[in-house]
């Protein structure tokens, strides 16, 4: 039944939920904040894609912004090592002077994945700078160019307060992150490395997690996996497909991936995954909370485990982990294949030797037919990087105060990032953004569609500003 008061209630409400709605968009942005938004339309809007994207007039525009904001030519670097992949580097000096501490590195990759205007919806354009409701919506607005936009902002609102850090602060905004032939962060170490070293260095990789819209954690990545592919091969003598014979290159090949199939690693902790479940445990369900926190305690533990392994992203983060991406075999419908063969990739713990990891292959496969080869084409090793207090203790105070009593997470990425090439040199990276998004639904990055919630790339800004004030005015590390 509806009665005239309780209309009149609803209509209320919702008129207030509407404004509320109006209110929260329609309030003006800050001076910092369109420039910020103005920066991150522009690099969108640039189609830097890997393959058929420029990221050099990028990097060009990024120059321009620098020097506009007063910073010398001499402390802007532009190059690279082809006329389309060039990086941007600046140099925002500090005190200086004897003794001064290392600089802190804040770097995002320039180049983005492919992305077609008729794979994503109809009224968007990867190249196109999208508003709507309440979402950014473009390619690179979540990777990852919405840090690279605030790292450039807070440059220059740092700049235009006077701000003269303790020690230098490097900004790198680099190409091919995302797998094209000149990695703008390899290519800077081993050509300018002075221009890019660091104490620390602060990269994508991590970030905030809503739940039901709130904050429920802020994810500091400091280890990621390593890449390694192997192939299997299984060759035979072959013939006439009318006389099989008792020896098949595809059969052979066939119940040796079988045998992976039902294989695990076993269990491998390091510092980074060990914090990642004792503070994840805190946010989980008790049956996989327990079995996290039995987990820590003791590795062994196969119970626990098995528990933990039903959820796949978790699996990966507690052991290598090894899988069939590719098949190929035989050459014709009617003969007996001579050739037999399995691309296997492995995403190995930081701490596993590649040659245990074959080895360990090797055994599981059981099978003398099947030669197992070392494909990978780079080699990197990336030991996970000590959790610095001078950096954890900055996210945790600016996350307490800023998104509430969340966990701060330390987190091993199962992918890799540009921090591999900093962490293979010793210097600490850290995966960090202060950008939140809801991983059910906000995933999309590398796909169709990709985008940002406008009120959190906002509290990200403020969260990286004062992040860079942190790192940068905190006393000399060694
Ligand atoms: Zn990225």
Redesign the pocket.
Same mark, same amino acid.
């Given at each position: 039944m509806t009665t005239p008061l309780r209309q009149a209630v609803r209509i209320v409400a919702s008129s207030l939920v509407v404004a509320a709605a109006l209110g929260a968009q329609q309030k003006p942005l800050t001076p910092h904040q369109l420039l910020a938004r103005d920066i991150y339309k522009e690099l969108v809007e640039i189609n830097t894609s890997v393959r058929t994207g420029n990221i050099t007039p990028a990097a060009n525009a990024m120059a321009r912004r620098f020097r506009d904001a007063g910073f010398p030519a001499r402390d802007i670097f532009v190059g690279g090592p082809t006329e389309k992949k060039h990086n941007v580097v600046l140099r925002y000096r500090g005190r200086g002077g004897p003794g001064a501490p290392k600089p802190v590195l804040l770097l995002a990759?320039l180049d983005v994945v492919e992305a077609l205007k008729t794979d994503w919806s109809d009224d968007l354009d990867p190249f196109k700078f999208t508003e709507r409701d309440g979402f950014y919506y473009g390619r690179g607005t979540a /990777? /990852?160019k919405a840090m690279a936009s605030l790292f450039v902002a807070a440059a220059i609102r740092l700049k235009q307060e006077g701000y003269v850090p303790q020690r230098d602060i490097i900004i790198a905004l680099t190409a091919d *992150? *995302?797998g094209g032939d000149y990695n703008g962060v390899d290519w800077l170490l081993k050509n300018h490395r002075t221009l890019v070293d660091a104490a620390w260095v602060i990269n *994508?990789g991590g970030g905030g997690a809503l739940r039901d819209g709130k904050p429920l954690l802020q994810s500091v990545q400091a280890a990621e996996k390593v890449y390694a592919d192997f192939t299997l091969r299984v060759t035979n003598a072959g013939g006439h497909s009318s006389v099989p014979r008792a020896d098949n290159a595809i059969y052979q090949l066939a119940e040796g991936l079988v045998k992976l199939s039902k294989f695990q690693f076993p269990v491998e902790l390091n510092p980074v995954s060990r914090a990642f479940f004792e503070q994840t445990a805190r946010g989980e369900k008790p049956e996989m909370a327990a079995a996290m926190t039995a987990l820590v305690r003791n590795p062994a533990d196969v119970g626990a485990a098995e528990v933990i392994a039903r959820d796949p992203r978790y699996n990966s983060m507690m052991r290598t982990t090894c899988v069939a991406t590719l098949l190929k075999g035989g050459h014709a419908p009617n003969a007996l294949p001579q050739l037999a063969e399995a691309n296997v990739n492995c995403r190995m713990v930081p701490t596993a030797a590649k040659t245990s990891v074959q080895a360990t292959l090797v055994n599981v496969l059981n099978d003398s037919a099947i030669a197992v080869f070392d494909t990978t084409t780079e080699d990197r090793a990336s030991p996970p990087s000590e959790m610095r207090p001078e950096v954890i203790g900055a996210v945790e105070k600016l996350t307490r105060e800023m998104f509430g009593d969340i966990p701060v997470v330390p987190t091993m990425s199962t992918g890799a990032?540009d921090s591999r090439y900093f962490r293979a040199l010793g210097i600490p990276a850290f995966g960090v953004s202060g950008l939140f998004s809801d991983p059910t639904v906000d995933a999309r990055a590398h796909g169709r569609d990709e985008r940002v919630r406008i009120e959190w790339y906002f509290k990200a800004q403020e969260f990286l500003y004062q992040l860079t004030r942190l790192l940068s005015s905190s006393v000399p590390v060694p």
């Open positions: 990759h /990777d /990852d *992150e *995302e *994508e990032t």
